[in-house]
Structure formats: C-alpha cells, structure tokens
C-alpha cells in the first residue's frame, strides 16, 4: 500500500498496487446468549431487516451483513476465532443527522454509553449499547471533510 497524492488538492489517499490482493467488506460475526432477542433489537431499533438461513440470523443494513449466533460455549460448527472481549470492540454506523437519530432513539429508550458529540472537524459521533452490550458507534460525516 502506498500513498498518491490528488493533483487537485496534493491531499494523499492510499492506493494498492494492481498486483495487491483486493478486499472488499461482507460481514461482521456476532455472538450472544439469544439470536432472535438480538436480531429483533436490530430490527426494531435500528430499522434492519432480518434474514433467517438454517446456520444463523443475520441482520441487514443495507449492503451491511451482520451474522448473529448464540453463545460461544459450546458452539462447535462455528468456534469463534478469537476468546470473548477479545478482537472486536465495536462496530460503526453512518448515520444522517445524528442529533435527530440520537433523539429518536432516546425515544425508544436505548442506553447511550456516550452522547452524541463532535469529534473533530466534520465528524460528530455518540456510542450506544445494543443487545447484550454490543457497543454501536453512530457516526456523521460532514462530506466536505475527507477522511
């Protein structure tokens, strides 16, 4: 990987040579005590749509896949990779006009483990806790700020 500079602005952006592998973002893997209590949180708190398939639940955002299985004791078709609090600690979703999401939210009585602030320039951002205390980041990118 390696940085190219935009002749527009001489800001970088990074760039893979042609011969790099290419990756491109399909899930995220979430396991809890009780799939369908933490798919229907998903659904009725954040708007996804749940999909069932005979190995799991998953949740979706859009082109956002997150797959929900029960618990890591003794799940042997799919042990997870790595021991519990461990890896993952959290996951981010882009949202429009945080202020108004965060008041919705609130209304629907979702725990806030950080309120809705600015980060920096352009990046305003809140935490919240999902089912079985998932940690959800909430984030609002004002599009004139790159990343």
Same mark, same amino acid.
């Given at each position: 990987?390696?940085?190219?500079?935009?002749?527009?602005?001489?800001?970088?952006?990074?760039?893979?040579? %042609?011969?790099?592998? =290419?990756?491109?973002?399909?899930?995220?893997?979430?396991?809890? #005590?009780?799939?369908?209590?933490?798919?229907?949180?998903?659904?009725?708190?954040?708007? +996804?749509?749940?999909?069932?398939?005979?190995?799991?639940?998953?949740?979706?955002?859009? +082109?956002?896949?997150?797959?929900?299985? %029960? #618990?890591?004791?003794?799940?042997?078709?799919?042990?997870?990779?790595?021991?519990?609090?461990?890896?993952?600690?959290?996951?981010?979703?882009?949202?429009?006009?945080?202020?108004?999401?965060?008041?919705?939210?609130?209304?629907?009585?979702?725990?806030?483990?950080? %309120?809705? =602030?600015? +980060?920096?320039?352009?990046?305003?951002?809140?935490?919240?806790?999902?089912? =079985?205390?998932?940690?959800? %980041?909430?984030?609002?990118?004002?599009?004139?700020?790159?990343?």
């Amino acid at each position: 990987m390696f940085a190219v500079f935009d002749s527009h602005n001489q800001k970088p952006r990074l760039s893979m040579p %042609e011969s790099a592998p =290419q990756f491109v973002w399909d899930h995220l893997h979430i396991f809890t #005590s009780d799939a369908e209590e933490t798919a229907r949180w998903f659904a009725g708190v954040l708007g +996804a749509e749940i999909v069932r398939s005979p190995v799991r639940i998953e949740v979706r955002f859009g +082109a956002l896949r997150i797959f929900v299985d %029960e #618990s890591l004791e003794g799940n042997v078709t799919n042990p997870p990779a790595v021991p519990s609090r461990r890896g993952l600690d959290h996951f981010g979703l882009l949202v429009k006009d945080i202020d108004f999401v965060a008041s919705q939210l609130k209304a629907k009585g979702v725990k806030f483990t950080k %309120e809705p =602030q600015t +980060a920096r320039p352009g990046v305003r951002m809140c935490f919240i806790e999902g089912p =079985q205390g998932i940690s959800i %980041e909430l984030i609002e990118r004002d599009t004139k700020y790159k990343l």
